[in-house]
């Protein structure tokens, strides 16, 4: 009989989920995580996490605690060296578990010395490591892909609910794939997928980008489902947390891409000349962007008390009167109505179609390129 | 802002909230040294506390709101309006990200009002005393000039820091007060709390956040981590509780107030967290405070008794 594998927890950051499962096959572990927060795994982590704390942090230790609770005996948690809280999440979790009787242990994705502390651990050969980084950064782009002709056709579908089937259908594929040869297959098809979707052919729906906090914009529990409401009000979102794209950033190569940190350097330069840390400037030159790129109005999500992404709010009004960017600040936290929520954003697609039909209408031949 | 023009300045503003709290006394003395006329806003007051809520992204701790308030104070006040990037003040450490933005945020809401003079201050990259040589070359004052004001300042800063209590060893029986030094230095925040503690006749101490270095430790916040190196250090037989002061929303101190408390569990060391808002409600405090103060009394008596 085969031997049961140890088990690997890992924060159920959307759909990237799928892609970092596939990287720890090589670590001869069984991944075990979720695509989404639910809300009995949420109570768990208010219930143990400090009352401040953001959202993003309850939902990662409620997602532990039931992750000990079934016995699982790895975890693996990003622990960043930057300003903000995100730095601390680890130490704090490992402390809340082991103050519960916990046995589960949180290895930090994070290099002190050559290699991280996980891989040193599960020392994996050279050879299928390789290969499961490779498959896992093939299905996080393939995953990516996936998601932007998802928002492309949501806000144009005829028939509701289409998008989302397909999508799911697509992710499923994708989960299953296990060579590079599989997932190119898949890849190959979404095109074809999404285009059998009946659509309003010549309808030039709202263009909304989401900026923000990186957990927040991907875990579709944590933000309401936003991209699904707004694609269901006939907005196209543009979901400005990449992994694809944000994968260079941590390994800091790719200094000419679109959403390489140098270049969002500059082009928040004018309002903004310092990193402040998380995600604060990619939200400022995102929205600094989504301006000149002629979207009608951009949703700033993160957790409720974020530190970098509240601390900049200020410049992002500032953006939002200077180049006429209608801004929405949604902050999210365990007590936020979902209803709530869809109202404020059916008020702000409303606001949007009406200056479109009130204010210039350049929009009508506008080219949109992010 | 051009280099030429900034030697015109004659007079500097700056808010008395969060950064300024953080070197006590020293950007005074400095621009004045240098010739400039200083406006400081006045001390926080029930009228600062209510233009917070009124002008401040509601979300904001309630120092950073203040300090928006006492911004909004001296603007126009003066030729210009000093904010400093505080990225770090202790070596190996790093300041709280809100601070990292305060220059940028203070230009999207003022800078159609005033000029805004900023200069980085990262002890990782060079001393703040560097960083005060390098803001008078800016603003184009003779070497010299800028040297002298810069060790005017310092030692201004250090005689200011020694009127205030802080940890030392010869005190018995004291209470460790930790707060943020703009917490601690805002009569407005902490008074009250002193002001109880006194009428008690507690004897309490804070932590020295004049500090050179510390030995680093998982705490990478600045001031945060001088908190946990004292609380590391901390004599079991002579301190007899720790008190947290924390302001809402703190971000920092939402994540180290867990440490502390798996820290000081070990040590068996009473630990309270006192949270202040933007609400007046003393009442609440005072008796927490009272109640702290009698069971840390009775669990000695309890404890003899044994």
Redesign the interface.
Known sequence: MKKKLKRLAFEPWGNYAIALAASVQCLNVEPWTRTATTPEVLELGVAAS?????LSFKACTGHFLEAAREGVEYGVMVNSV????L??YR??QQ??LE?RGFKLFIFGLGYDGIKPPLIRHFDPRPGPFLKCCVRARAKVLAVDAIEKYAWHTRARELHRGDTTRVLNECLGDLERADSLLDIRRVKESIPVRFKKIAVKKDAIPLKIGLLGEATVLRNRFLNHNIEEILGGLGAEVFNFFLLGEEMKNIFGIGMWGRHSRWTLKRLAAP????????H?LDSVANAIRCARGGYDGVVHVCP??C??E??????L??ISTDMDLPVLEC?FDEHTSHLGVITRLEAFVDILNARRTRGNQTWKNRVISV | MSGSKRTDYRSVAMPRALWYHLYPGMWEVFFRSLGLSVVVSAKTDRATVERAALISEPEHCLPLKLHDAHLHGVVGAADVVFIPRVLSTLTEHIACPKLGSLPDCAVAQFGDETPILTIDIDENKRSVHRSMLELGSELGFRRNATRAAAAAALSAMKTERNGLKTCIDREDDYFLILAHPYILHDAYVSAPVFGKLDAMNVKWLFPDYGCESIESGPIKWDACGIMHDALLRLDAGRCVGVIHLSAFNCGCDSIVMEVFRGLLWEKNIPYMTLVIDEHEGRAGLDTRLEAFVDSIGWRNTLDNAV
Do not use: F, H, N
């Open positions: 400090p009352d401040s704390a953001c930057g300003t903000c809280r730095r601390y130490m704090l402390q809340l103050e309002y903004l000349k310092s990193l402040v840390g998380g604060a409720t008390g530190m970098p509240i601390s900049v709010r200020p410049i009004r500032k902050s």
